[in-house]
């Protein structure tokens, strides 16, 4: 249907970024978007873990949005699956260690594909799609932003 794909350069290291990913209690206190995170399964983060968090949407409400992880692979792959109504949403964290402008850094990929699961949800994306891929690019560039944002060190322990 539709495959929304952005890519951010963080200068942490690969281990940090997914430590910040896979502590879904803190969640919310990284993600300006994010007001809230439930986990659904007790236990480490693992394949079938699911958990619901409550983003702000662009006009200002609320949606609630679950996930469940599909893969797990510390700290180089995250894929998790969100069910919606008329269309299902796969997506994947990449975190690859590069070299940029001669210092590592982290390549952060993240990715969503969007699967129709109901006859609407094909409608709905030819009527919608473009608006919808742009909407989910602008939400994905926040977050990995508001990733890299978390991932400095504070101030004081840089100025030591």
Known sequence: MSTVTVTEFIEASAVDLWRLLVDLPVRADWLRTVGGVELLTP????????????????????????????ECVPPRRLVLDSPGIGVSY????????VQRRRRACTAVTVRQEAVATAPFGRVLALLFGGLAARTVEGAFRR???DLARAAQPPASAEAA
């Open 143 to 145: 977050d990995l932003a």
């Open 43 to 70: 236990g480490p983060l693992a394949p079938g873990t699911a958990w619901r968090e409550t983003r702000t949407r662009p006009d200002g409400g609320a949606q609630a949005e679950e996930f469940v992880v599909v």
């Open 90 to 97: 796969r997506t994947t964290w990449t975190l690859r260690t």
